[in-house]
């Protein structure tokens, strides 16, 4: 049964740093992952979609990378705003179930001018 | 393009009422389907249908029914709402999930309180 965690569940950086967000995951036979941004009370916004044969994918000040041996993808936000404050979810899907996605529980993201 | 359009964005029932959420998409999507994200508990598949005609059940279906006449439409019923069924609900979509490589677009979600 494909699991999929993100760390930290809640972050909090000033203005302007670089940071990292991390997500892992059980199963390595995965179609692709996708993370999302949903800001409170609103619905998900997809940011960045990688297939399993890609190592990384880019969009703006967001860059995401996959490392699918591992179980693992990282979302690095460049030059933080406080606009870029929200959850962050990464969800995955599997080749074994590939009717739905597997989410990870999110990081909370807060960033103070 | 309008992408997925969820209505209504609020509800409130009481218990044992029935209602329907809807969805809609205009991308022409084969797949469809229904999450709720509860806290603690993250996004969980309801139901969800690979195309007209054709639905299945996800991790948590017990209390809803899905049907899917049109490949734009994928209505969700509650049959009797119930204090549990309190939560967001999403609706969401890609392109035929066999080839596995397409993103989902998810609607904006319906916030259901039951009474």
């Known amino acids: 049964k494909q699991e999929v965690t993100q760390i930290p569940a809640a972050l909090s950086v000033p203005e302007g740093e670089n940071l990292v967000l991390n997500c892992s995951f059980t199963d390595s036979a995965i179609y692709n992952l996708q993370w999302f941004r949903q800001d409170p009370g609103k619905g998900l916004t997809s940011l960045l979609l990688i297939q399993s044969s890609q190592r990384e994918q880019t969009s703006g000040r967001l860059n995401a990378s996959l490392d699918k041996s591992s179980g693992r993808s990282t979302l690095y936000i460049a030059a933080s705003q406080p606009g870029d404050s929200a959850t962050y979810l990464c969800?995955?899907?599997?080749?074994?179930?590939?009717?739905?996605?597997?989410f990870g529980q999110g990081t909370r993201l807060t960033i103070n001018p | 393009n309008a992408g997925v359009t969820q209505t209504p964005k609020f509800q409130v029932l009481k218990t044992g009422q029935s209602m329907t959420l809807q969805c809609a998409q205009d991308?022409?999507?084969?797949?469809m389907s229904w999450y709720r994200q509860d806290p603690g508990m993250g996004l969980r598949l309801i139901h969800y249908?690979?195309?007209?005609?054709?639905?299945d059940q996800g991790e948590v279906p017990n209390g809803y029914n899905v049907s899917r006449s049109t490949t734009e439409d994928f209505p969700l019923r509650l049959l009797s709402a119930a204090p549990s069924q309190t939560s967001v609900y999403f609706c969401a979509s890609s392109l035929f999930f066999g080839a596995g490589n397409y993103g989902y677009t998810f609607g904006s979600g319906t916030r259901l309180t039951v009474v």
């Open positions: 249908s690979v195309g007209a005609g054709i639905t």
């Open positions: 969800a995955v899907r599997s080749i074994q179930g590939a009717q739905k996605l597997v």
């Open positions: 991308m022409n999507h084969e797949y």
